[in-house]
């Protein structure tokens, strides 16, 4: 086995009908951009209901029907924000936590400290982050699961991880195994991805990766390290 080893995120999806909600942070291959992408899936018509909107560099899940919409806690809420040299990218309204954590001068890690695994069993979904730090023209990032220690969600086990940034390498976290009934948490460290130079074609390949029945939205946010521009990819299965 080799630890080390970059597998393409068509390679890691292959055959998983059901990853959950992913967040991917890495380097582009010619190690000029810093990239975040973010998708989510479902499979009841409430996690369905959903699209990514984007408003002043901000993205946020939002509902596609509002008559449709039964439990809205747990599905509607900012994915990405930035807070100074910093940007957060999570799988639930933990974004506002980090964010409001730094903009009080305390750490990616201890402001999650203070939240938990999401209150939805059997399947205590667990609430995964990540955050890219940019500092004198290159960037370091960290990722965070907070996941149930038991099939009762009586308690929380928290994992972090943080990364030095590679050309070409990206860490990718979702929130499930795969399919199944309850759902199997992700186990394990961030499975390591190749990430090519091209938004389109990582674009691309991260959705027609993901389950045709299941998926809902991708985004997708190149920076160019020496500009600070940003190239951005939205898609909505809902349109």
Known sequence: MNIY???????????????GRGIILG?????????????????????????????????????FDLSKVEDPSLIIYAAIRQFENNLIVTNGN???????????????DTALAAREFEPDGPNWTPRISGMLTFENGGFTYQMSILKSGDEEG???????????SKAGLGHFLHTYVCDGNPIPTFQGEPERVSIPDDI????????????????????????????????????????
């Open 200 to 239: 389109d074609v990582f674009t691309s390949e991260i959705w027609n990766a993901l389950d045709e029945n299941n998926k809902i939205s991708l985004y997708v946010r190149y920076i160019d390290l020496a500009t600070g521009e940003m190239k951005n990819r939205l898609i909505n299965k809902n349109v």
């Open 5 to 19: 080893e970059i597998k393409s995120v068509s390679q890691r999806l292959e055959g998983n009908t059901y990853p």
């Open 27 to 63: 380097k582009s291959q010619d190690g000029k951009s810093a990239v975040a992408a973010y998708f989510i899936m479902g499979r009841s018509s409430n996690s369905r209901n959903r699209i990514f909107t984007e408003k002043n560099g901000e993205v946020f899940t939002e509902p």
């Open 154 to 164: 009586s308690f929380c086990n928290r994992f972090g991880f943080h990364y030095a």
């Open 94 to 108: 933990q974004t506002d936590t980090v964010y409001d954590g730094l903009k009080s001068g305390i750490s990616f």
